[in-house]
Each structure stands twice: as C-alpha cells, then as structure tokens.
C-alpha cells in the first residue's frame, strides 16, 4: 500500500494512501460506461426527434459537433473542475486528485490533467499511464507530473470526519480551559486531530514528536498562550487533547 504526505496550508503533514492502478482503471472504466451510455441515450432521443420533426441534415451534423463531442472529449474536464477533483468514476471508487503541495487544484492544473489524457490513455490505449502511476512513487501518470496533481484516496487511514470528532467523548459538566480555541476552523481541528490518530498508529516514527510539537506550538501561538510547556511528547499530546475538546465544547 503506497502513502503519500501531503502539507496542507495550515503547514500540518497529512498522510494519505494512494488508490491501486487496478482502483484508477475500475474509476476510468465506470466514467467511460456512463459517458458511452448518456451518449447512446441522446443519439436515440435525437433520430427519434428528427424522424418525428423531419429536421435535415444540418442539423444532424450540428448536433455531433455541438452536443455529442463536447461531452465526450469534455466529462472529464468539466466533472473535475465542478466537482472538487472527483468525476462519477472516482466518487464512486473513493477517490480524488489533489495537488502534492496542498493548495486546491487550479483550472489549469486540471486542464494540463485532461489534456495529456491523450497521451497518457487514448493514444497508448492507456498503457502509458499503467506504467507511470505502476512505476512512479506517488502514482502519477504524466498529466499528473507535469500538473504537479496525484490521486489519492478520499477516505484514507488517517481520515477523520467532524462527526467522528464531536463523538470523542462525553464533555457533560466539562469546563473548557482554552476560551480562544473559537480562532480555529473545523478543517483545524481536523488536522490536529488527524495528528494525534498518526501520532497514536506510529509512536516511535521519528518525525512523530516533531510534527505534534510543531502543531502544538502552531496552534498554542494562535491562541497567545506560552509554548515552554511543550516539553515531552505527553504534554504535548495532552495540550492538543484539550484544543480539540474545548473546541468541541464552545462551538457545538
């Protein structure tokens, strides 16, 4: 199973696993039956006008170049732009491009995506991007390189949702230590606890205390309080324990 880091823009390192090529290819194949069948179903509704209103074949040939090859060239493109990275294909298998670096995924970055599909699957009959995301370490085929986007895994094993989050615990007769816990976002609070979960899997991965201290001084910088305290891996984790419950607490 390969994993890839990703910085988010709150500098927090999320770890996400990357799909399968077998996973991309099923994702590919469900896209392509349901783009071949809307596009069976509009041809059928089209000569079953044209026999009806007796149209002529201009606009037969309108109706290919304006309405048939769009869509067909164009699913991809639009799916991913509209739908944050996911067409139907993906959703459905559970996965989504984003960017190596954190940011969102630009237009452009989507249009270099799509745009060497022709490279990468139709003109080698897809045996070039079986061979790129196979091969490389991050799973990219070359529209993915040279957009600097890969494709990960939505819920991958340090995902944590914020229903998950607000079911910690109990927090009745609960007193919250920190009031200024109300600057962060949810996406914050997710992260933070995304931290804790790796930090609890891997204890003694190396950057492990590295990457809770470096949250913990973050986050206790965002709320003006003193980061001496952030002596051992205990205290640390602790701290970011409280974060999240009096987060929990004060915007519930």
Not at 110 to 118: D, G, L, P, T, V
Not at 138 to 165: F, P, W
């Amino acid at each position: 199973m390969k994993t890839i880091s990703i910085r988010t823009s709150q500098n927090v390192t999320i770890d996400y696993e990357l799909p399968s090529t077998f996973q991309r290819i099923i994702a590919w194949l469900v896209d392509l039956v349901l783009l071949s069948a809307t596009i069976g179903i509009l041809t059928l509704l089209f000569y079953w006008m044209l026999a009806i209103m007796g149209w002529s074949s201009i606009i037969e040939t309108l109706f290919m170049y304006l309405v048939l090859v769009p869509i067909w060239f164009f699913y991809s493109l639009f799916c991913e732009i509209m739908f944050n990275g996911q067409s139907v294909g993906k959703r459905a298998m559970g996965i989504r491009v984003v960017k190596l670096n954190g940011d969102i995924p630009s237009l452009s970055d989507y249009f270099m995506r799509w745009a060497f599909r022709m490279v990468d699957i139709m003109f080698s009959f897809g045996s070039l991007a079986v061979i790129l995301i196979t091969g490389t370490e991050k799973g990219q085929r070359l529209g993915d390189i040279l957009a600097g986007t890969t494709v990960i895994k939505v819920k991958s094993t340090q995902h944590v949702n914020m229903k998950e989050l607000l079911n910690i615990r109990s927090f009745r007769n609960y007193e919250p230590t920190y009031e200024r816990v109300t600057v962060f976002s949810e996406e914050d609070m997710l992260a933070i606890k995304t931290i804790l979960n790796r930090s609890s899997r891997f204890p003694n991965q190396k950057d492990t205390y590295k990457l809770l201290q470096k949250t913990a001084v973050s986050a206790a910088k965002k709320m003006d309080i003193s980061v001496e305290k952030f002596t051992s891996p205990q205290q640390t984790k602790q701290f970011l324990h409280t974060v999240l419950q009096d987060y929990i607490v004060l915007t519930r």
